[in-house]
C-alpha cells in the first residue's frame, strides 16, 4: 500500500502544471480582491431606530436620511439597543441610529452604532451622517430643540471586514476545483491511456488503487490549504485566527470534492467532456454556496435551495472558526458534511469502475 501510495503522489506531483494553477490560481484571486476595499463602497445599510410616537425632529432627521444617496434606510420603533446590536451582529445593517427623545425641552439623542471595520467606510458613513445631523439642526433652529448626536463603534457587531469573509471562500473554492476538476481528469486520462485496464489484469483490489490516489490528493490538498492559508494571512485575511481546526475542517470538506470528481469520471466516459462537467458541477456551487458574497444576498426562492451544497457549509463553518466560534459548535454543519462525504462515497463507488467502456 506504501509503494502505491507514493507511486500515485508522485504521479500528482510529476502533473507541475495542474499543481502550479491549482495553487495560482485562487492566489490571483485574492490578490485581486485585496486591491479593492468594497467595504467603502456601495450603499450602507442604516437602520433608524424611532420611538413609537416619533416627534417633529425624528421624523424630520428620518426624512433627510433618506434623501442621502448612499444610505440604505430602513425604520424601526421601539427597538431596545439590544435588539438594534442583534440585527448589526447577524448582518442584516451595517449600522443602528437610536433616536431618543428627551425630556420636553431638552432635544433628541441621536446615537449611531456601527461595526464597519474598514476606516474609508467607516469615516465616510459616520462623516455623512454626522453632516445631516447638522443639516437638520439648523433648519430647526427657532423651533423644536437641537439633535445631540454620537458616533460608538461596536467591534462584536459586523466586525469582519469584506476581505475576510472572502479568505475563507476562495480558500474553498481553490480545494474544490482542484479536488474535483484534477482528479476527474486524471482518473479519464488513466482509463484513456490503458493504466485502468492493466491495474484490472493484476491482483491488486481497486479499493487499493482509489485509496491509494484519493489519499495523494488529501496529501497535495493539504498543502494546498496550507499555502492558500498563509497567503491570505499575509494578504489581511486573518483566517489563522480559525486554528488548526479550520485547516482540519478544509481538508474534511475535500473529501466530498474528491467523490465527486470520481463520480464525474465514473460517468462522463469522454476525456475531453470530462473537465467540461466538472466545471458545469464546481462553477455553479462557486458562485451560488457564498465563495465571493453572502448567501444572504441571494433572493429567497434560490437561498433555500443552496442550502443543499455541501460547499455552502463547508465556508459556513470555516467563517464561524475565523470569527472565533469552537468546533464544537459547528456539529451543525459537520453532520451535514459527514453525510455527504458518506453520500458521494457511495455514489462514487456506484459510478465508477476499472472497465475501460
Do not use: C
Not at 51 to 68: C, F, I, N
Not at 269 to 283: C, D, F, H, M, P
Amino acid at each position: 500500500m506504501g509503494p502505491l501510495f507514493g507511486a500515485s503522489l508522485k504521479m500528482i506531483v510529476r502533473d507541475r502544471q495542474a499543481v502550479f494553477w491549482a495553487l495560482a490560481f485562487p492566489i490571483m484571486f485574492l490578490g485581486v480582491f485585496r486591491l479593492f476595499s468594497f467595504d467603502s463602497f456601495g450603499t450602507t445599510e442604516l437602520l433608524v431606530v424611532t420611538q413609537p410616537e416619533p416627534s417633529v425632529a425624528q421624523q424630520t432627521l428620518v426624512d433627510a436620511l433618506q434623501r442621502v444617496d448612499f444610505l440604505e434606510i430602513r425604520t424601526e420603533s421601539g427597538l431596545t439597543e439590544a435588539a438594534a446590536l442583534e440585527v448589526l451582529d447577524e448582518d442584516r445593517a451595517d449600522a443602528a441610529l437610536l433616536l431618543t427623545d428627551f425630556e420636553v425641552g431638552e432635544g433628541l439623542d441621536a446615537r449611531l452604532l456601527h461595526g464597519i471595520s474598514d476606516p474609508i467606510g467607516s469615516s465616510a458613513t459616520v462623516a455623512g451622517i454626522s453632516s445631516v445631523v447638522d443639516s437638520v439642526n439648523i433648519q430647526l433652529q427657532g423651533g423644536d430643540p437641537p439633535i445631540t448626536f454620537v458616533a460608538d463603534s461596536i467591534d462584536s457587531a459586523g466586525g469582519t471586514s469584506f476581505f475576510e469573509f472572502l479568505g475563507p471562500g476562495i480558500i474553498g473554492m481553490g480545494l474544490m476545483n482542484f479536488a474535483t476538476i484534477s482528479l476527474a481528469g486524471s482518473l479519464s486520462r488513466y482509463r484513456e491511456e490503458g493504466v485502468l485496464r492493466r491495474i484490472r489484469a493484476t491482483p491488486l483490489p481497486a479499493w487499493r488503487f482509489f485509496a491509494s490516489v484519493v489519499g495523494a490528493y488529501l496529501v497535495v490538498a493539504a498543502v494546498q490549504v496550507l499555502v492558500l492559508t498563509l497567503v491570505a494571512e499575509a494578504l489581511g485575511a486573518n483566517v489563522l485566527r480559525g486554528g488548526v481546526w479550520f485547516l482540519l475542517l478544509a481538508v474534511f470538506g475535500t473529501m466530498i470534492f474528491l467523490n465527486l470528481g470520481v463520480i464525474v469520471a465514473g460517468r462522463v466516459r469522454s476525456r475531453g467532456a470530462v473537465e467540461g462537467a466538472a466545471n458545469a458541477i464546481t462553477l455553479p456551487m462557486m458562485f451560488l454556496s457564498g465563495a465571493f458574497f453572502p448567501v444572504s444576498q441571494l433572493p429567497d426562492a434560490v437561498r433555500g435551495a443552496v442550502q443543499a451544497l455541501p460547499l455552502t457549509h463547508l465556508l459556513r463553518a470555516m467563517r464561524s472558526l475565523v470569527e472565533g466560534a469552537s468546533i464544537v459548535e459547528q456539529w451543525p454543519e459537520l453532520l451535514i458534511l459527514a453525510a455527504w462525504v458518506a453520500g458521494t462515497f457511495l455514489l462514487a463507488r456506484i459510478s465508477f469502475s476499472l472497465r475501460d467502456s
